[in-house]
């Protein structure tokens, strides 16, 4: 079945330092990838996508590059603030499922401090 | 207001006892998703309605039901809470289709005594 492996945290970074968190992902057929964000005592909000090989997502100075080739869909923000401190979730939906339903990862928190 | 509305926000209850929680949605969605959030487990899916007539369970369904009164009110029921049933409650929506996000609802937490 479908997976999605990211790294475990917490991921503890000064404000300005540069950020990745690994994904990876097993899937049956050709998923759409999303990373999600977590603030303390609120839901899940989408932060990017993409949706086929080589797309590179991106909202609010974060990205992630589609890598078919590696199955990864790792979060880079080039210089991080204290205000992104929460937790990542890196989730796929698969063809195979009819894009019906999501596959989330265990969650990575981040914590930036000034 | 929220565009996914989820009431109770807290709850404490008894082990046995009967629990509803309820989801509504002013997106114009078609599909509505039930989660449940423990600490290192990430979002497991427990229900998912396609529309008001489609029910589908999810990997952990066991313990749970759910209703559909709408295609905007999509409720998760706990028949008899037990202690392990602990945990953050999410409701989601969706239209279908490739690339097609969800869209989260606050949660609800619920602990069971």
């Not at chain 1, 839901?43 to 993409?50: F, I, T």
């Not at chain 2, 952990?60 to 009110?73: H, N």
């Not at chain 2, 392990?84 to 609800?108: K, M, V």
């Given at each position: 079945g479908d997976s999605v492996t990211q790294m475990e945290g917490p991921v503890t970074l000064s404000e300005e330092a540069f950020l990745t968190i690994n994904c990876t992902y097993t899937a049956t057929g050709y998923p759409?990838?999303?990373?999600?964000?977590?603030?303390?005592?609120?839901?899940?909000?989408?932060?990017?996508?993409?949706t086929k090989a080589d797309d590179k997502g991106s909202n609010k100075g974060f990205e992630a590059t589609y890598r078919k080739e590696t199955t990864s869909f790792h979060l880079e923000k080039g210089s991080v603030q204290v205000s992104d401190s929460?937790?990542?979730?890196?989730?796929?939906?698969?063809?195979?499922?009819?894009?019906?339903?999501?596959?989330f990862g265990k969650g990575t928190m981040l914590l930036v401090s000034p | 207001?929220?565009?996914?509305?989820?009431?109770?926000?807290?709850?404490?209850?008894?082990?046995?006892?009967?629990?509803?929680?309820?989801?509504?949605?002013?997106?114009?969605?078609?599909?509505?998703?039930?989660?449940?959030?423990?600490p290192g487990l990430g979002l497991r899916l427990i229900y998912y309605s396609f529309d008001v007539k489609d029910i589908?369970?999810?990997?952990?369904?066991?313990?749970?039901?759910?209703?559909?009164?709408?295609?905007?009110?999509?409720?998760?029921?706990?028949?008899?809470?037990i202690p392990?049933?602990?945990?953050?409650?999410?409701?989601?929506?969706?239209?279908?289709?490739?690339?097609?996000?969800?869209?989260?609802?606050?949660?609800?937490?619920?602990?069971?005594?």
């Open positions: 759409s990838l999303f990373w999600y964000v977590q603030y303390p005592g609120e839901g899940l909000q989408l932060l990017l996508k993409a929460a937790v990542y979730f890196c989730a796929l939906s698969d063809q195979g499922s009819g894009y019906s339903t999501l596959t | 207001d929220a565009d996914v509305t989820q009431t109770p926000r807290n709850r404490i209850t008894k082990t046995g006892k009967r629990i509803m929680l309820e989801c509504s949605q002013t997106k114009g969605h078609d599909r509505m998703y039930w989660y449940r959030q423990d589908n369970k999810g990997e952990i369904s066991d313990g749970y039901s759910v209703s559909r009164q709408a295609q905007a009110k999509f409720s998760l029921s706990l028949e008899s809470a392990n049933q602990t945990a953050l409650y999410f409701c989601a929506t969706s239209d279908p289709g490739e690339g097609q996000p969800q869209h989260f609802g606050d949660g609800t937490r619920l602990s069971i005594l």
